[in-house]
């Protein structure tokens, strides 16, 4: 993920980049749990909650500029705000990889977290 | 004729008025001339021919007088009376004889008159004595000798020319001649009165009456005629016509003695002179062809034409000459004024000037130097043209330069700034530390020293930032008399401290609710207003905003800043709104200041479409004013809360960069990552931050707490942002109280934002947070 540029990103937020990276470990905290809280609520068909777990995500990446989760993540909301499916759990390891692009990209500029 | 002159060349027009003027008289005079010249030669040739035609009658008339001189002797011969006395008895034969042989012998001693043919005496007795032509005279014709003889008997005239007639003796040579009579008369005692006895007849010979006539000196076109008293021809050119009878109708015509006139005669049109004998009513009649009189005019016809000729070559000609003359300069002069127009000319083309000094010599040798003109003024456009280019040139990169200064100002005073913010920020947050008073005291000069510098900066950067043309005003919906009353009040402190008295006065014709930029609009006034403070010592300082003008939904509001303060001078006035200017040098030692302050509140009324200006006498206090357009507020925008006078409330001077001081929030937001991110933002520009995870917690939070502003996540659980905010709104119904909520949401749909402006909240921030927007919205909103 060459395109996400760290430093870019805090200079666009005014943030150094230990700030940022203090923003990160939290960030990929949450989205630890988010893939199985995903799964769960497909599980039982609440499309609805799927669509809120991706509301949050999309704005968290979002704000820290990771624009093709946020893209991901916002078609995922709508689909589920729409009803979804299933099928859409067969989605969630496409957001889990680039989860994990980004997480690489970032863990080769601070160091693993 | 008007028209001919619209439609023709000059050269036409010059033609057709030489024609006019010239040619014209030409042919009046040339016409009169022929008929004057035609009249006088027909004059004298009527008197030409009259006067021949007398000489001719003359001449007859001499012929004639010699037979009647004939007649004359004849008549007075004693020998010739006798037997005509005694005629009217038979003499006996022997008598007769000798009677015979002496008249015989009497009357040709009379025979030697040229022209005679014979002489006669009748009796009444029936003799007849002859000599003449012919010896054979016993057959004569009586019925003739009677008619002439009743006709001489009544002529009261001596002799009686009887005309052209037979020849009364039957065997004469000449049948046909001219009988001239005499009746020889007695007395008769009986009656008393005189008796015809006999007759006397003389016959000319009228082939010599031709011959006399037909030599004279006639031309050879004019015939001559001689008519007798009966019509009949005596003497005609064509000697067959001769005896002959002329038309009665035309001998009727001639009813003088003598005379002239026109007449067709056989198809041909003749000028007849005519001229009547009084011896014996004979007319002599001459015909002239009148083609041959008018053919002695046809030269003056022929030369008049042939000058007309002459002189219309010589006219055109001359035409022609000027045309080229004076015609041709001018259709190269308007030529070339063509080609100046469509910027086609040679600048050297030169019209070559004439020798003659006449006005068309001088139009060239103008025009040329009118060329000379043009071409020294292209030369000089081109020059000036070339300067343009070069100032055009020079100016863009003045422009750039100043763009770049701007920029780079903007830059440095952007790098500046940042640092500044954490050292008053921590400078603040350390004087609420317990510290020994020469500590307070110290640091409070760091604090007021970092300000001052901090204002300064920020007046580099608003100038640059305008300069730059990056200043995008707002157009949103703001309380005025909650904005004058904020400028009021932040300059009341200052203006406490030295005594003055603050006087705000607001039209009540103005909306309370107006749309505009309020920020920038409250930064020109507070510019004035602290103006009018730093240079007052004592008096008052009023804030006015009147009416000036509403067309539709648009208020012009003059805004006036009037003080007591020193004034000034006409000149200072002219140059206070300059960059960089203030009233005198001294102004800067005594009072401070960038000189920004005034320049940077022109540039903000004009981008407002403003005007702003000062009236002052030195001396006597200033009123600086800016006319600015604002519309009347959108009933839909902020519709929550646009009606109430605090929905601008103001708390401090709050430029870009200026740290906001200790503002508490509340930031409602579920996500770890993101209240981290936004925490950390709103540390940075000095705010307190409570976080809470829920709505929930929020409206608990918003009720205990004593918050400046709510971040508002809309979607969180157990309570969402909406439910959230209409929870707090109706809990501060009934109060005075109105926290700020600012929506915080990655919903970027269309309607969001009217979603939660119609829940009570009072504005809206979208994800991904954008730092700057996040402070501006903090500063418009923070209490």
Partial sequence: ?113 | MKRIFQRHSLTAKFLIFLLITSVFPLIVVGITSFEISKAIIQDEVRQYTEALMDKQKDYMELLLEEVESLIANLSSIEDIKDVLIDGDQLPDDYTNLATQAKIGYILSGYTNLKGLVSIDVFTLGGMHYHVGDTLNVKEIRSDLKNSILAEATASKRAVTWTGIEDNVNINSTQQKVITAAKVFRKFDLQDMQEKPVGLLLVNYNVDYFYDRFSHSTLDPDTTMMIVDQSNRIVFYTDKEKIASKVDPDFMKRLTQRQGSFVDDINGQEMFVTYNKSSKNDWTIISFIPVQKLIAKTVTIRNTTLIVFGICLLVIILFALTMSKKVVRPIRKITTLFKEIKEGTIDDKIRLPEMSSNDEISELIKWFNVFLDGLGEKRKADEALSHSLEQLERAKEASEAANRAKSEFLANMSHEIRTPMNPIIGMTELLLDTPLTPEQHEQLCIVRNSGKALLDIINDILDFSKIEAGKVVLEQINFNLVGLIVEVADLIGCKARDKGLEIVTYIDPLIPLILQGDPGRLRQILLNLAGNAVKFTETGTITIRAILMRQVATQFDIRFEIKDTGVGLSEEASRRLFQPFTQADGSTTRKYGGTGLGLSISKRLAELMTGVIGVDSTEGQGALFYCVIPLQVAKPNQDSGNSNRADVVMPLSVVLEGKPLGRIRILLAEDNKANQKLAMLLLQKIGCEVIVVTNGRDAVVAAQGGNHDLILMDCQMPEMDGFEATIAIRGAEKNTPRHIPIIAMTANAMQGDREKCLSVGMDDYISKPINPKQLRQIIERWSV
């Fill in chain 1, 1 to 113: 993920m060459t395109e996400y540029d760290i430093e870019a990103v805090a200079e666009e937020l005014m943030f150094t980049t230990s700030e940022l990276q203090e923003i990160f470990e939290i960030y990929f905290d949450e989205a630890v749990h988010l893939l199985p809280d995903c799964y769960a609520v497909l599980e039982r068909q609440d499309y609805m909650e799927f669509s809120k777990i991706m509301h949050g995500f999309k704005g968290a990446s979002a704000n820290l500029r990771m624009k093709k989760l946020a893209q991901l993540a916002e078609e995922l909301e709508k689909r589920g705000k729409a009803g979804g499916g299933a099928e859409m759990a067969l989605e969630l390891p496409l957001l889990e990889k680039e989860i994990d692009v980004v997480r690489d990209c970032i863990e080769a500029f601070y160091g693993k977290f």
